[in-house]
């Protein structure tokens, strides 16, 4: 039989688990930032690393791109490239939570809406959860077999 | 690794994004300005919510200011922040009406005090918003002399003022 990485990287069953976990999981992310765009960028603002101009845009753009990637993994609508793009976005949070932890920097507004809307966790926890979130992409990505749709069925070609 | 057709799917994936964003946006009661405003020397940083406000409060922008204020009297000190904020330090002679709790406190705070009497609210600061919202909500229950002292407690604290 094969070895167990291969196995991994080329079962169709952990590759529509994945899809649907790290679809969910950034659909789920994308609807409170859209909710509350302001709140999202404020949260921009507070890690310090973005330049003033861009921090709106990021703040209107970002989970929308969270939703339409998550959206495709599930369906199954070009989903190794929406996986790249996702390891993409999750590299981008995976630095920027590193670079604030090395730096000590943490913001706190001391305001109620930042508070209230679930940004609070810890920043090493988020920051293991997008790594795990980022493996899961790469079995996406390197997945060389045919793929399920979103029931399970597979599709052939 | 990436091939020209991976690239094609990721520009479109973007594509759909980047418009559905911008068209949520504009739509969206709750959209915000393309540019926010994110300079702490210009005043409080807001993303700019594209909504028409219906009430702006006047804003006091120094701490020297709002002390001269304090120091004529005949004003009352709301302090935004939480309870526990407000117990660690706040501006003496304030009141806390932590403006997450405004539903449950704004009753007892009518019972006390007059809705012309003169009020100026605070936070923490120009990265805060709390004490705008503050004063959006008692000019909304009917107080008529209300505005916002920017620099909020961090501000009044640094300047050496009293605190209690």
Known sequence: MSNPRQSIFNNSWIELAARWILGLTFIYASLHKILAPADFAKIIYGYNLFPEIFINLIAIIIPFLELVTGFALIIGFYPRSAAITINGLLLAFIVALTINLIRGHEFDCGCFSAGQSGYSRSPKVTLIRDIIYFVFGLQIILFKGNRRNCFGGLISG | ?164
């Not at chain 2, 959209?31 to 409060?57: F, M, Y």
């Not at chain 2, 009297?73 to 932590?98: K, M, Q, T």
């Not at chain 2, 959006?136 to 620099?151: A, E, K, N, P, Y």
């Open chain 2, 1 to 164: 690794m990436v091939s020209r057709k991976t690239i094609q799917e990721i520009i479109i994936l973007v594509g759909i994004s980047v418009t559905l964003a911008m068209v949520v946006n504009f739509l969206s009661p709750r959209g915000i300005a393309l540019v926010g405003q994110w300079n702490t020397s210009k005043g409080v940083i807001t993303a700019s919510p594209t909504a028409p406000e219906e009430w702006k409060p006047q804003e006091i922008n120094s701490a020297a200011r709002a002390k001269e204020i304090f120091d004529s009297g005949n004003v009352l000190f709301v302090d935004a922040r939480s309870g526990d904020n407000y117990e660690e330090g706040h501006i003496p002679a304030a009141v806390s009406l932590p403006v997450g709790q405004f539903d449950e406190q704004i009753e007892s705070f009518l019972n006390r005090h007059s809705t012309d009497a003169r009020i100026v609210t605070y936070c923490s600061g120009r990265t805060c918003e709390d004490s705008h919202n503050l004063a959006r909500l008692l000019s909304d229950v009917g107080f008529t002399h209300v505005s916002v002292f920017i620099d909020g407690f961090p501000g009044w604290e640094a300047q050496g003022f009293p605190i209690e």
